[in-house]
């Protein structure tokens, strides 16, 4: 392990394969392991937080199996680490164990796929800030979007293990059924209580599904969703619901105005291209209100953020 900063438990640790399984047609889960400095540092990884994976040693799949849009990205050469949230962390003992979904969209993410019980991959990380549980909230809606959804289960099994007091509901949008990334059936329970998504209702909370096509639950977006959930909840007070949100940045500038217009608190988790993420190379700028005023100035998403408050972002 090499420590990146004496002040802070982040570091460049070395993780175990223990498992790497696809989950209907687009999606994989990998479950790591750390011992040692890495187990004890990533014990403290937060929901929101993220890692950067060096995926460059990893091999590429036969170009058989490699999907024809991705064959001439896989042939690149791989010379930066990719970030990655956690969808869980469990430390046990002297290990920890973290659950990372991904999604094959390029080079980096082809060559996850080949990787292999056993085999031993250099991350860095606990990395950045990760949502803010705030104590006087009694409602806590996790707004996923697409693959947004890693960040948002880890934040469920802390609010519910940690904050049991929260009453926590999950709303999940794509375009399809197919593109939502969980395991196992969606399971209709009833349009009032919604879906049972495995990944949710392991913490007892149910989930509201839109998909675009109308393929799983209400048709639409999801944010029409929530605007609606809301505005059928007229007996929840504003200062006592807060909104977590990860996914697509279009959804995030949506989720942010319902927010600010009915006076909810908002955190989202938003994505940068990230050649380093740790701060030095400036490459991940997110532009930010300052204060009230019209003034706006960047910010690192790898350092300030990821997750920000939903009010300071200024969305493209
Ligand atoms: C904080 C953070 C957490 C993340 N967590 C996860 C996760 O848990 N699971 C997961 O599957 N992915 C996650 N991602 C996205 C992941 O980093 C990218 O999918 C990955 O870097 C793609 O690498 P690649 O070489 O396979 O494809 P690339 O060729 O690098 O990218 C393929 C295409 O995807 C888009 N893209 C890639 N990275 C980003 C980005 N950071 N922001 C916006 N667009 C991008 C670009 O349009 C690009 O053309 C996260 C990103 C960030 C910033
Ligand atoms: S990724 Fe380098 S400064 Fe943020």
């Not at 223990?18 to 040692?36: D, K, T, V």
């Not at 990533?42 to 064959?71: I, N, Y």
């Not at 990205?73 to 046990?92: G, M």
């Not at 995030?252 to 600010?260: C, M």
Request: one cysteine or more.
């Amino acid at each position: 392990m090499s420590q990146i900063s004496s002040s802070s438990k982040k570091g460049v640790f070395s993780a175990t394969v223990l498992a790497n399984r696809q989950i209907g047609q687009r999606f994989h889960r990998l479950r790591l392991e750390f011992s040692a400095d890495g187990a004890r540092a990533f014990a403290q990884f937060k929901p929101g937080q993220f890692t950067q994976v060096d995926l460059s040693s990893a091999a590429l799949p036969p170009e058989q199996d490699t999907p024809a849009d991705l064959l001439d990205a896989s042939r690149r050469e791989l010379l930066l680490r990719r970030p990655f949230s956690f969808a869980d962390v469990t430390a046990e003992g002297d290990k920890t164990f973290a659950e990372l979904l991904y999604c094959v969209v390029g080079p980096a993410t082809l060559r996850m796929t080949t990787l292999s019980s056993g085999d031993r991959v250099s991350i860095i990380g606990p990395l950045g800030n990760g949502f803010r549980i705030l104590g006087d909230k009694k409602t806590a809606l996790l707004v996923v979007g697409g693959m947004g959804a890693p960040p948002l289960q880890h934040l469920a099994k802390t609010l519910t293990s940690e904050h049991a007091e929260i009453e926590v509901v999950a709303f999940a949008g794509a375009k399809a059924a197919s593109e939502l990334p969980f395991e196992g059936r969606l399971d209709e329970i009833s349009q009032q209580l919604g879906f049972s998504l495995p990944e949710f209702t392991k913490y007892g909370i149910n989930s509201i599904v839109a998909t675009d096509d109308g393929s799983a639950g209400y048709r639409g977006l999801v944010t029409d969703r929530l605007q609606q959930w809301l505005d059928e909840k007229s007996g929840l007070t504003p200062d006592s619901v807060i909104i977590y949100s990860c996914g697509p940045e279009a959804m995030l500038a949506k989720v942010a105005e319902i927010a600010r217009d009915k006076g909810i608190d908002c955190q989202v988790s938003m994505e940068r291209r990230m050649a380093c993420g740790i701060g030095l190379c400036q490459s991940c700028a997110v532009e930010c209100r300052v204060d009230d005023s019209s003034q706006t100035t960047y910010k690192l998403c790898c350092e300030d953020g990821p997750v920000f408050d939903g009010r300071e972002v200024v969305f493209v």
